[in-house]
């Protein structure tokens, strides 16, 4: 599993007009090859009366699927434009489907990749861009004597609280970075005098939204 990488944050669509000609980026996540080519599939359906659906997908933690269809556009003047904008942006796990509804006016073959790079950058503006980091949750048990002082200390620290639970005891859930996780049970046992009891759950990825 990667430390961290860049999506979008799910679905989203943006419209541009371009010399007349209509231009509709649909975007998505996708985490496999099946998922990319049904969210295609669908776009092509919903806009069965389009002149071209052009698509591009980028899939797997070293981007190993990677895909591009122009759709009857001339030859490397659609999907690739889409998929580059991805490499760009460094972007996995993600599918786009851009639609054109032609108006009548040629564009020519620098106008096309242009067209369809723009529809992509500003489609996935629109729609969102997630950094998602592998984080693990570390569980921490104190005595209801040390709640104040713990919350206190892990509200203003560098780890993100997940969780509180009041039990018997009181217990924290605490997202931290795989490779603090040491450093956070080293800190955790001083803060609590080595009263506290700090066991390694498990992993997961938290999605911080970039504002570009």
Same mark, same amino acid.
């Given at each position: @599993?990667?430390?961290? $990488?860049?999506?979008?944050?799910?679905?989203?669509?943006?419209?541009?007009?371009?010399?007349?000609?209509?231009?509709? %980026? $649909?975007?998505?996540?996708?985490?496999?090859?099946? /998922?990319?080519? /049904?969210?295609?599939?669908?776009?092509?359906?919903?806009?069965?009366?389009?002149?071209?659906?052009?698509?591009?997908? @980028?899939?797997?933690?070293?981007?190993?699927?990677?895909?591009?269809?122009?759709?009857?556009?001339?030859?490397?003047? %659609?999907?690739?434009?889409?998929?580059?904008?991805?490499?760009?942006?460094?972007?996995?796990?993600?599918?786009?489907?851009?639609?054109?509804?032609?108006?009548?006016?040629?564009?020519?073959?620098?106008?096309?990749?242009?067209?369809?790079?723009?529809?992509?950058?500003?489609?996935?503006?629109?729609?969102?861009?997630?950094?998602?980091?592998? @984080?693990?949750?570390?569980?921490?048990?104190?005595?209801?004597?040390?709640?104040?002082?713990?919350?206190? +200390?892990?509200?203003?620290?560098?780890?993100?609280?997940?969780?509180?639970? $009041?039990?018997?005891?009181?217990?924290? +859930?605490?997202?931290?970075?795989?490779?603090?996780?040491?450093?956070?049970?080293?800190? @955790?046992?001083?803060?609590?005098?080595? /009263?506290?009891?700090?066991?390694?759950?498990?992993?997961?990825?938290?999605?911080?939204?970039?504002?570009?």
């Amino acid at each position: @599993m990667l430390p961290s $990488y860049f999506t979008v944050k799910g679905y989203g669509e943006h419209e541009i007009e371009i010399q007349r000609s209509r231009f509709i %980026a $649909y975007i998505d996540r996708a985490e496999t090859e099946e /998922q990319a080519q /049904q969210f295609i599939n669908d776009i092509k359906k919903k806009n069965w009366n389009a002149t071209h659906n052009c698509s591009a997908y @980028m899939i797997g933690e070293n981007d190993q699927i990677q895909k591009a269809n122009d759709d009857g556009e001339p030859s490397g003047t %659609a999907g690739v434009p889409i998929l580059e904008v991805l490499k760009k942006r460094k972007l996995k796990d993600t599918v786009v489907v851009v639609t054109r509804f032609f108006g009548g006016i040629k564009l020519g073959a620098g106008g096309l990749i242009r067209a369809y790079g723009k529809a992509t950058s500003e489609g996935l503006s629109a729609t969102g861009i997630v950094e998602r980091k592998l @984080m693990r949750v570390m569980h921490t048990t104190i005595d209801y004597t040390l709640l104040g002082k713990v919350e206190n +200390e892990l509200r203003g620290s560098q780890y993100q609280l997940k969780d509180i639970h $009041y039990l018997e005891k009181v217990e924290f +859930e605490t997202y931290v970075e795989e490779a603090k996780a040491e450093e956070y049970t080293e800190w @955790m046992t001083e803060l609590t005098n080595g /009263q506290g009891v700090i066991n390694s759950g498990e992993t997961t990825y938290l999605e911080t939204l970039l504002h570009l």
